[in-house]
T-cell receptor
Framework: AQKVTQAQTEISVVEKEDVTLDCVYETRDTTYYLFWYKQPPSGELVFLIRRNSFDEQNEISGRYSWNFQKSTSSFNFTITASQVVDSAVYFCALSVYGANSKLTFGKGITLSVRP | GAGVSQSPRYKVAKRGQDVALRCDPISGHVSLFWYQQALGQGPEFLTYFQNEAQLDKSGLPSDRFFAERPEGSVSTLKIQRTQQEDSAVYLC???????????FGPGTRLTVL
C-alpha cells in the first residue's frame, strides 16, 4: 500500500520569506510518480509538478523548486520569496505505475503568507 | 472551456435523498477519476474509468454509491439515500491516459442535512 505523509499542517510566513513544504512517501513499488497540487480557497486542485521515480534531478520553475531524494523517500517543495497569492493548501501525492494510477494524497499543508 | 467541469458546484440534500453529480472531462481524455475530500483532509480515491469501462471501484464507501460513464466522456456519480457522513467535496479528474497527469475540476460540495 502507498502512503504520503505531510507532517506540517499549517505554516505562516511573512511575504518575501522562503518556505519549504515537506513530503515523505512510502511505497514498495520501484516505478512511481510524485506530484504536488495547490488548492486555493476556490477549491480547485491545480497541478504544479510531476516527477517519476527514475528522475532525481531537482527542478526549478520560477520561484518554485522541488527536491526529490529517494534515499530519504522525500519530495520537498520550496517557495522562494513567498507572495500573498501563494496562500493555499498544498498537497503531495503518489501514484504507482501499472496500477490504475489513482493518486494517494497527504493531508495537505495550509500555507498562509501575510503581507 | 478547456478544463474539467463539474455540476452542480453546491448541492444540499436532506438525509435519505438521492443525488447525482456530473463531471465533464477534458475532451479526448481517456481516463476519469472520482475522489472524495472530507473537510480538512486530502482527497481519497473513489473510482476510475478508462473510456466507458469502470476498472476500479474499490474506493466507493458503500453500495449506495454508483458511478457511470456510458459513452466514455461525461460521468455521473450517484449517491442513493444520502447520509450525513456523505457530506464532502466530490472531485473529478481526467487524464489523457492511465499514466498521464490528472487534471481536476472545481468539485461539487455536497451537504447532507
Amino acid at each position: 500500500a502507498q502512503k504520503v505523509t505531510q507532517a506540517q499542517t499549517e505554516i505562516s510566513v511573512v511575504e518575501k520569506e522562503d518556505v519549504t513544504l515537506d513530503c515523505v512517501y512510502e511505497t514498495r513499488d520501484t516505478t512511481y510518480y510524485l506530484f504536488w497540487y495547490k488548492q486555493p480557497p476556490s477549491g480547485e486542485l491545480v497541478f504544479l509538478i510531476r516527477r517519476n521515480s527514475f528522475d532525481e534531478q531537482n527542478e526549478i520553475s520560477g520561484r518554485y523548486s522541488w527536491n526529490f531524494q529517494k534515499s530519504t523517500s522525500s519530495f520537498n517543495f520550496t517557495i522562494t520569496a513567498s507572495q500573498v497569492v501563494d496562500s493555499a493548501v498544498y498537497f503531495c501525492a503518489l501514484s504507482v505505475y501499472g496500477a490504475n494510477s489513482k493518486l494517494t494524497f497527504g493531508k495537505g499543508i495550509t500555507l498562509s503568507v501575510r503581507p | 472551456g478547456a478544463g474539467v467541469s463539474q455540476s452542480p458546484r453546491y448541492k444540499v440534500a436532506k438525509r435519505g435523498q438521492d443525488v447525482a453529480l456530473r463531471c465533464d472531462p477534458i475532451s479526448g481524455h481517456v481516463s476519469l477519476f472520482w475522489y472524495q475530500q472530507a473537510l480538512g483532509q486530502g482527497p481519497e480515491f473513489l473510482t476510475y474509468f478508462q473510456n466507458e469501462a469502470q476498472l476500479d471501484k474499490s474506493g466507493l464507501p458503500s453500495d449506495r454509491f454508483f458511478a457511470e460513464r456510458p459513452e466514455g466522456s461525461v460521468s455521473t456519480l450517484k449517491i442513493q439515500r444520502t447520509q450525513q457522513e456523505d457530506s464532502a467535496v466530490y472531485l473529478c479528474a481526467s487524464s489523457r491516459d492511465t499514466t498521464d497527469t490528472q487534471y481536476f475540476g472545481p468539485g461539487t460540495r455536497l451537504t447532507v442535512l
